[in-house]
């Protein structure tokens, strides 16, 4: 069984479109996280949530919203889709908040035209 | 804020040579992870180290976590074609912060 799992693994879209990315992990873990790679392999955490509860939010722009349904589902929607945000999004999870994150999806793959 | 810088950016080594990577942060950690995430993968958790001057091994793999807790180093022993990928350090604050990333290809 996949730990987290998450959806689409490729998402090609035009500019000015909306788009969500879903995540689901079956660890049971408290704490999960959005983490966006950029073409030079930058990893940079963009949120954290921990029992459904926003814990960290980077100076990511108001376009991109998380939502936690549950603690095993963290979803990103992204509105009027951009240029620069062409990247892969890693979603993570980890037991808790105090330990770092232990099992990565296997990413999304944005590209914008 | 916190940086945690990893040099060097990239290493070429033929296979069997060693490889080495160095992790610095600005600030004590309390704590380093290290991950390894291959050619069109995700990143993988290998390992953390929590005392000062801490040493671990993993097969061919050593990590080391140096006295003051500012920085740490991954050294890989006859590298094999496997080895490929890119080894990132992390360090805890309030984000767990990724250093910039090592990728490292081996020549067979």
């Known amino acids: 069984d996949t730990a987290v799992s998450q959806t689409p693994k490729y998402l090609v879209t035009q500019m000015g479109n909306d788009k969500s990315i879903k995540c689901e992990q079956n660890l049971g873990h408290d704490t999960m996280y959005w983490y966006k790679q950029d073409s030079k392999k930058f990893l940079k955490i963009m949120f954290s949530y921990n029992n459904k509860e926003l814990i960290i939010n980077e100076t990511v722009p108001n376009r991109f919203s998380p939502k936690s349904p549950d603690k095993a589902h963290l979803n990103l929607h992204i509105n009027s889709l951009e240029l620069g945000d062409s990247a892969v999004y890693f979603c993570?999870?980890?037991?808790?908040?105090?330990?770092?994150?232990?099992?990565f999806g296997d990413g999304t793959r944005l590209s914008i035209l | 804020g916190q940086q945690v810088m990893q040099i060097p950016q990239y290493q070429h080594v033929q296979e069997g040579e060693d490889f080495t990577t160095y992790c610095n942060s600005s600030t004590t950690l309390s704590n380093i992870q290290w991950y390894k995430q291959r050619p069109g993968g995700h990143p993988v958790f290998l390992i953390q180290?929590?005392?000062?001057?801490e040493v671990k091994k993993q097969k061919r793999l050593t990590f080391q976590f140096g006295e003051a807790k500012k920085n740490s180093s991954l050294h890989i022993t006859a590298t094999q074609t496997t080895d490929v990928g890119t080894y990132f350090c992390a360090g805890p604050g309030l984000q767990y912060i990724f250093g910039t990333g090592t990728r490292l290809k081996v020549l067979a």
């Open positions: 180290l929590v005392k000062s001057g």
């Open positions: 993570a999870s980890s037991q808790r908040m105090d330990v770092q994150p232990q099992h």
